[in-house]
């Protein structure tokens, strides 16, 4: 990477800079607590709205002083780096400050970008860990690391100027965007915390509802959105015609292979909330629902 980074002259280190503005402008307003959404300084919203249109669109001096200026005004909100939700825009909006420091003032400096790689990384590997303590699957140990290295080698097929590639490169940049904002709200959902998830048809709903709708106690059990980002939850829509996710809290593997004996269907998924993601057929959860938890806990 430090030959790449290396290899891109100030031109080049400019598109790659206002690529990860503009990616990272959006990961700025994922939402967090409701006291850090009043707190936000008035103007940083259309500001950050801007910024994400920077990978189209050359910002200038003013635009660019104005981003980080009020960026900066955000990160004073809270005297150190925040846990749990407000960690992701938060450290995206310290992102957004430092790239535009990079693109002002420190423009030309030789640690500037290598730095801002190092930013990028760390965010990534912070996403990746939310993915892994939420149980979420991915497809493999560390997606979004992976992400930011293809993304960020890219940078060395730039000619400096916005032609085809640098257009291609943008558009790549937008997807890894989206995917960062689905993989942060499917981590810090509450079905994440859920004790198993059944897929199974949404036409199979009702037979369902029927029963958990007589729980009571600390059983409890939701129809919710999909948490499995990305290609996880294609899959799921090409085995089922229109999936729908079941939500389960309290229960043990006993409760569920009876839940679905009394919903009486067939093709159905239980999600054991295996760490590598791992699903068992409705059939074979029935049959033996104690080894079928088990011999992925081994």
């Known amino acids: 990477m430090d030959e790449v980074l290396g290899s891109l002259d100030e031109a080049e280190t400019a598109l790659t800079t206002r690529l990860a503005v503009s990616r990272y402008a959006r990961l700025a307003l994922l939402p967090g607590p409701g006291w850090w959404q009043e707190s936000l300084p ?24 104005r981003m980080e200026s009020l960026a900066d005004k955000v990160i004073d909100l809270v005297d ?4 749990g939700e407000l960690y992701y825009p ?3 909006t310290t992102f957004v400050s430092s790239a535009c420091w990079g693109l ?14 190092e930013e ?15 149980r979420i699957p991915t497809d493999n140990q560390d997606p979004f690391q992976t992400l930011e290295r293809t993304l960020w080698l ?12 640098y257009r291609q490169l943008a558009a790549f940049s937008r997807e890894v965007a989206e995917e960062y904002v689905d993989a942060v709200r499917c981590a810090l959902s509450e079905a994440a915390t859920a004790d198993f998830i059944l897929i199974l048809d949404a036409a199979d709903k009702p037979r369902f509802d029927r029963i958990i709708g007589e729980w009571t106690g600390v059983r409890r059990a939701r129809f919710d959105e999909c948490i499995y980002p990305g290609r996880m939850a294609d899959a799921d829509r090409t085995f089922f015609e229109s999936p729908a996710f079941l939500y389960l809290w309290g229960v043990d593997e006993t409760e569920v292979a009876t839940l679905l004996r009394e919903a009486g269907v067939s093709r ?30 081994s």
Do not use: C, M, N
């Open 104 to 117: 002002g003032e420190g423009r030309g400096h030789p640690k500037f970008f290598g730095r801002l790689w």
């Open 90 to 92: 938060y450290q995206a």
């Open 80 to 83: 150190e780096t925040p846990a």
């Open 154 to 165: 890219r940078h060395a097929r730039l000619s400096g100027s916005e032609d085809e590639t």
């Open 42 to 65: 008035h103007g940083f919203r259309e500001a950050v709205a801007e910024a994400v249109r920077w990978d189209e669109a050359v910002p200038d001096a003013r635009a660019i002083a």
């Open 268 to 297: 159905v998924h239980v999600d054991v909330r295996a760490q590598d993601g791992s699903v068992v057929e409705g059939a074979a959860f029935i049959a033996d629902p104690v080894k079928s938890v088990t011999s992925w806990q």
């Open 120 to 134: 990028a990384l760390r965010y990534a590997g912070h996403v990746d860990w939310r993915l892994r303590e939420s």
